[in-house]
């Protein structure tokens, strides 16, 4: 499922369910494109960035293209304590 992301302003606004699925849908789409999936391909969200096929420059990518959709750092402690997508969403919406 993809959306149309709002601007920053606007995200911090929304209802605590839209805001998460809206990151959720962001954090999907960018590890996708990381890994080269389509739409149609299963993404585990339970499943280690490394595990997942990923590298440690195409993570800092994925990492960077966040930071600017989302208008926040996330620092490389935080993709390490939360070593999966699933993880990650949940650190993004605490």
Do not use: W
């Not at 999936?37 to 440690?56: K, P």
């Not at 420059?57 to 600017?68: I, M």
């Amino acid at each position: 499922m993809s959306h149309d992301f709002p601007a920053v302003e606007e995200l911090n606004h929304l209802p605590e369910y839209e805001r998460r699925e809206l990151i959720e849908d962001l954090v999907v789409q960018e590890f996708r494109s990381a890994l080269f999936m389509t739409d149609r391909e299963e993404f585990a969200l339970d499943v280690g960035f490394f595990d997942l096929g990923l590298t440690s420059l195409r993570l800092s990518e994925v990492k960077l293209s966040l930071e600017r959709k989302l208008g926040r750092e996330i620092s490389t402690a935080a993709l390490f304590g939360h070593p999966t997508a699933g993880q990650l969403i949940d650190h993004l919406c605490a």
